[in-house]
């Protein structure tokens, strides 16, 4: 059974957001489906273990913020890979109050639906969150939404942990990752969090990176530019 088939689903990548209390917080998630237009109404899958999921399930309240294709890496970084326990996810970042009090962050979001909890189906690892739309709006009418496929096949970062299609990795999996070819003196490496992979051929332009440069030359300070950790967490593609 070929797993990535679900890759294929045309299905996007989106911020879930809510505020409960004072808090802020949100995540990626990548299963939103309109599910009646009068009322307008929409369901989400959200990991039961999410912070964002306990927070909804408190304030009743969620928005869904639809992406950019050109979305920076360091959102998914931030709202995919990163714990609300563990940091302040909209800190530094613009964003603005939708009429329930949910967050929607200004950058990289080409449309928003604001909703209240309507209903909720408990479906094992997930929530399925009905939610009565209240409000919505179009952020830019000419960007191309993200789709769940462009993001592995030009992000090349895996599923995470929480995600509705995350599925870990067998043995067989992990000794033949991706079929990638080992050039002699041009060593891949690849992130132990969010499986990016680190091409010297390529480098990392937008961190500084330029083409040609070693994982062994890249200063300590870089980081992955999905998930933001350090370089110890990569290992050689072997």
Same mark, same amino acid.
């Given at each position: 059974?070929?797993?990535?088939?679900?890759?294929?689903?045309?299905?996007?990548?989106?911020?879930?957001?809510?505020?409960?209390?004072?808090?802020?917080?949100?995540?990626?998630?990548?299963?939103?489906?309109? @599910? =009646?237009?009068? %009322?307008?109404?929409? #369901?989400?899958?959200?990991?039961?273990?999410?912070? /964002?999921?306990?927070? +909804?399930? $408190?304030?009743?309240?969620?928005?869904?913020?639809?992406?950019?294709?050109?979305?920076?890496?360091?959102?998914?970084?931030?709202?995919?890979?990163?714990?609300?326990?563990?940091?302040?996810?909209?800190?530094?970042?613009?964003?603005?109050?939708? @009429? =329930?009090?949910? %967050?929607?962050?200004? #950058?990289?979001?080409?449309?928003?639906?604001?909703? /209240?909890?309507?209903? +909720?189906? $408990?479906?094992?690892?997930?929530?399925?969150?009905?939610?009565?739309?209240?409000?919505?709006?179009?952020?830019?009418?000419?960007?191309?939404?993200?789709?769940?496929?462009?993001?592995?096949?030009?992000?090349?970062?895996?599923?995470?942990?929480?995600?509705?299609?995350?599925?870990?990795?067998?043995?067989?999996?992990?000794?033949?990752?991706?079929?990638?070819?080992?050039?002699?003196?041009?060593?891949?490496?690849?992130?132990?969090?969010?499986?990016?992979?680190?091409?010297?051929?390529?480098?990392?332009?937008?961190?500084?990176?330029?083409?040609?440069?070693?994982?062994?030359?890249?200063?300590?300070?870089?980081?992955?530019?999905?998930?933001?950790?350090?370089?110890?967490?990569?290992?050689?593609?072997?």
């Amino acid at each position: 059974m070929n797993r990535s088939s679900l890759f294929k689903i045309t299905s996007g990548l989106y911020i879930a957001s809510t505020k409960s209390g004072e808090k802020n917080n949100g995540c990626i998630i990548n299963t939103v489906v309109q @599910v =009646t237009s009068n %009322p307008a109404q929409v #369901e989400i899958a959200i990991n039961k273990d999410n912070l /964002t999921t306990k927070m +909804i399930l $408190d304030s009743k309240i969620f928005a869904v913020s639809v992406l950019r294709e050109d979305v920076s890496k360091e959102i998914f970084g931030t709202f995919g890979y990163h714990s609300g326990t563990e940091i302040e996810k909209y800190a530094d970042r613009e964003y603005f109050t939708a @009429v =329930t009090g949910s %967050p929607i962050l200004k #950058e990289g979001c080409l449309a928003w639906i604001d909703c /209240t909890v309507e209903k +909720i189906f $408990d479906v094992g690892t997930h929530y399925l969150i009905i939610g009565l739309v209240v409000d919505c709006e179009i952020a830019d009418d000419d960007a191309a939404p993200i789709t769940y496929d462009y993001y592995h096949r030009v992000y090349k970062a895996k599923s995470p942990k929480n995600a509705p299609t995350y599925v870990p990795e067998t043995d067989e999996e992990k000794v033949n990752t991706a079929d990638i070819k080992i050039l002699k003196d041009n060593k891949k490496y690849i992130c132990g969090v969010c499986s990016y992979i680190y091409d010297p051929a390529k480098g990392d332009p937008d961190g500084g990176i330029a083409p040609g440069t070693a994982f062994e030359d890249i200063p300590d300070t870089w980081v992955c530019p999905i998930c933001g950790v350090d370089k110890s967490n990569f290992e050689v593609i072997k």
